[in-house]
């Protein structure tokens, strides 16, 4: 009995020992064969933690791939594998709005009209909402349509194979998708006081101490990987404001956004699509927390009340442009209820529908959708020259405020006022 333990302990010990030089050596094929094969991404893991770590190629890609003819076999770690070691920033990641970047991309009706290059291909909408854990189903759809990277979302800040704190607190670790179009935070921060000191310090103009908040100061004090603002994107919420007047030109947005019916002004079915998506704060507390929080965050520099003015004239700003963006709907509304501007065969209802983009029935899938030119202006008004007047303001831009932002604005509404009574003319001319 006892000689057989012995033989038995003997026997384990002598493979564990034989096999471990075995192991070692595949662990570091991947490496010398890489070496050859893609010498940049072995160059980024030797500079890595994760190199000083041991962690290898392996623990993220597995071992099933081992030579030059099975690279198929190689996994593409999902964040669930970061998540192995990184349980606390996963966690607060699966909590924030970044982890619906895909959700929410994939929630517009416009989506799935465009080609699917622009979504799954790593550029277009896709490049950027490449951002969120993907459901098991969302992966089948991605693999059916034949695209098997852009599994990871914690590789868009820290890229690999470096994965470097550093480099995700350098605030253009956001500008690739912070910018542009319908959200210029990097524009419009890194010309911003704020901005301006953070790059003066950066070139040594300004003492080591010196206070100059980067977007991740603000967005992700202390670490916390969950993000969230009080607005959001769209710029509406629920509970409605409390002035009348902003309370129902808010109301004639969330009638554009297809989120309450333009006749009745009840709910829809995409008010759902918006709450499981989180695009807008639906209580007071959700909203007051966000807002409270990055108070907090700018009394690290300057004093509430301060603060508080600050970011009350963003809130003032939206409300002024909320007025002239329901005046310009209504006027296009006016178009499609007198019958000047025949109602899409896609939109559900014959009204402006924001979520349809500016589409003109070039692409393939989208023949049902000719978004007439009124519309485009009316769209680029809400998503373009909207956005950027309120974003300045919380971003303390002048010039994104005022002349990109509240001028565009209201140069809109002009075109949008001329266009519809042209339009009125030739109608009644060919009724004639
Ligand atoms: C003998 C050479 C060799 C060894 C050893 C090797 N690889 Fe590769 N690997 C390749 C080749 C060749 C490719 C394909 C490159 C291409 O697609 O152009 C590849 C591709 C990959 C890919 C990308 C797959 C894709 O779909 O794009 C990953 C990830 C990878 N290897 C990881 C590893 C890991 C991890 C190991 C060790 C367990 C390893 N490799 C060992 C040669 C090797
Ligand atoms: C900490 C995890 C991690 C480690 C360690 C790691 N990788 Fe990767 N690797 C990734 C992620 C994440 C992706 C992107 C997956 C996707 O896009 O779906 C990736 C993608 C790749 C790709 C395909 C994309 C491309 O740019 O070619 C190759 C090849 C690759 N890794 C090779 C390696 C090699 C070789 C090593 C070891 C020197 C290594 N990886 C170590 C996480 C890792
Ligand atoms: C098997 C465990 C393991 C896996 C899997 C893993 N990591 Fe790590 N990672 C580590 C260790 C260990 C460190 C070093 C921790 C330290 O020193 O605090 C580290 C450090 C980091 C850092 C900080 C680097 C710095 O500059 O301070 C980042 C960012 C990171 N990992 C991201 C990732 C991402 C993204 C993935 C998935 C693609 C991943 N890790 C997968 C173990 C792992
Ligand atoms: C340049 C990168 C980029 C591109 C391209 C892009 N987006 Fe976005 N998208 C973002 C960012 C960043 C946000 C968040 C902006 C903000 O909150 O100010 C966002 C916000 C959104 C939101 C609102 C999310 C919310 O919670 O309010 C939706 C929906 C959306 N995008 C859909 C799309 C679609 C559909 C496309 C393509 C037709 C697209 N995006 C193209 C970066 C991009
Ligand atoms: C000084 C603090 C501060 C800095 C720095 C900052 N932001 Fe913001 N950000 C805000 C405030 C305040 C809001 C509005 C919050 C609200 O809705 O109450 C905001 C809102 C946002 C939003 C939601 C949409 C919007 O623009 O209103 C996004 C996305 C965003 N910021 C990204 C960034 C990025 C990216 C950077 C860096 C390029 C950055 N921010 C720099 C304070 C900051
Ligand atoms: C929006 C950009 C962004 C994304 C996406 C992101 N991170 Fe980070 N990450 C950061 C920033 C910024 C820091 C530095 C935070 C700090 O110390 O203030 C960081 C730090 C880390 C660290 C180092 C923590 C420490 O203090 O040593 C780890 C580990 C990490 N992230 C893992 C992840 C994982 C896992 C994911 C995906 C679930 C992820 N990150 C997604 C921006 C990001
Ligand atoms: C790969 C693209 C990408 C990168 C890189 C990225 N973001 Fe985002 N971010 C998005 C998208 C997409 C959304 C909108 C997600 C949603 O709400 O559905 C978003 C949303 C946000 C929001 C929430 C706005 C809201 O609606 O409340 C903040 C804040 C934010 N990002 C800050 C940052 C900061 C700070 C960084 C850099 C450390 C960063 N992001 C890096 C794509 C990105
Ligand atoms: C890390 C420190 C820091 C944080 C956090 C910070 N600021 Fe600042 N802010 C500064 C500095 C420094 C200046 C330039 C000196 C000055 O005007 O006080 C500045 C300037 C400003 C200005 C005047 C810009 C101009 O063009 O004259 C406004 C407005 C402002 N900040 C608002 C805010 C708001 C709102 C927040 C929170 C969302 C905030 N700041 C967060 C440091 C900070």
């Not at 019958?339 to 989208?366: N, S, V």
């Not at 000719?370 to 769209?379: A, K, N, P, T, Y």
Request: hydrophobic share 35%; aromatic share 8%; charged share 25%.
């Amino acid at each position: 009995m006892k000689k057989g333990l012995i033989l038995t302990l003997g026997w384990v010990v002598m493979t564990v020992f034989l096999s471990m030089p075995v192991i070692a050596e595949d662990l570091e094929n991947c490496i010398t064969c890489h070496r050859d094969i893609s010498p940049g991404q072995v160059k980024d893991w030797e500079a890595s933690l994760h190199k000083e770590n041991d962690i290898t190629c392996s623990a993220c890609h597995g071992e099933k791939h081992t030579g030059n003819d099975d690279a198929t076999l190689a996994q593409m770690p999902d964040e669930a594998v970061c998540a192995e070691c990184h349980e606390e920033q996963f966690n607060q990641f699966s909590k924030g709005k970044h982890n619906l970047g895909w959700t929410a991309m994939n929630a517009l009706p416009i989506t799935h009209v465009e080609p699917d290059i622009l979504m799954e291909g790593g550029r277009g909408c896709g490049g950027c909402h490449n951002m969120g854990i993907k459901s098991e189903e969302q992966k089948k759809e991605q693999r059916a349509k034949g695209y098997k990277y852009q599994n990871n979302s914690c590789d868009e800040c820290h890229t690999r194979h470096t994965f470097s704190k550093k480099e995700a607190l350098n605030p253009k670790a956001c500008q690739q998708c912070h910018m542009g179009y319908d959200h210029p935070q990097w524009e419009m921060w890194s010309s911003s006081k704020h901005g301006a000191r953070y790059s003066i310090k950066k070139e040594g103009d300004l003492p080591e101490g010196a206070a100059a908040p980067s977007c991740q100061d603000c967005h992700m004090s202390d670490g916390n990987h969950e993000n969230r603002t009080a607005w959001g994107f769209l710029g509406v919420r629920l509970p409605l404001p409390e002035d009348k007047q902003w309370a129902a030109d808010q109301v004639t947005i969330l009638k554009a956004l297809g989120v309450l019916d333009p006749e009745t002004g009840k709910p829809t079915a995409r008010l759902e699509v918006v709450k499981a998506a989180d695009l807008a704060r639906l209580t007071q507390e959700a909203w007051q927390t966000e807002r409270d929080k990055m108070i907090k965050t700018c009394t690290k520099c300057h004093s509430e009340s301060y603060a508080r003015e600050q970011l009350g004239m963003g809130d003032k700003i939206m409300q002024d442009a909320d007025h002239l963006m329901a005046e310009a709907i209504k006027v296009v509304a006016g178009l499609y209820r007198d019958g000047i501007i025949k109602k899409p065969a896609d939109y559900a209802f014959a009204y402006p529908d924001f979520l349809f983009f500016m589409q003109t029935g070039g692409a393939e899938g989208a023949k049902n959708l000719e978004v007439s030119h009124i519309d485009q202006v009316l769209f680029e008004m809400y998503m373009k020259h909207r956005m950027r007047t309120y974003q300045a303001f919380f971003h303390v831009n002048p010039d994104y405020a005022y002349w990109y932002g509240w001028a565009m604005l209201t140069k809109d509404l002009g075109e949008i006022k001329e266009m519809a009574k042209t339009m009125r003319a030739v109608h009644v001319s060919t009724k004639e």
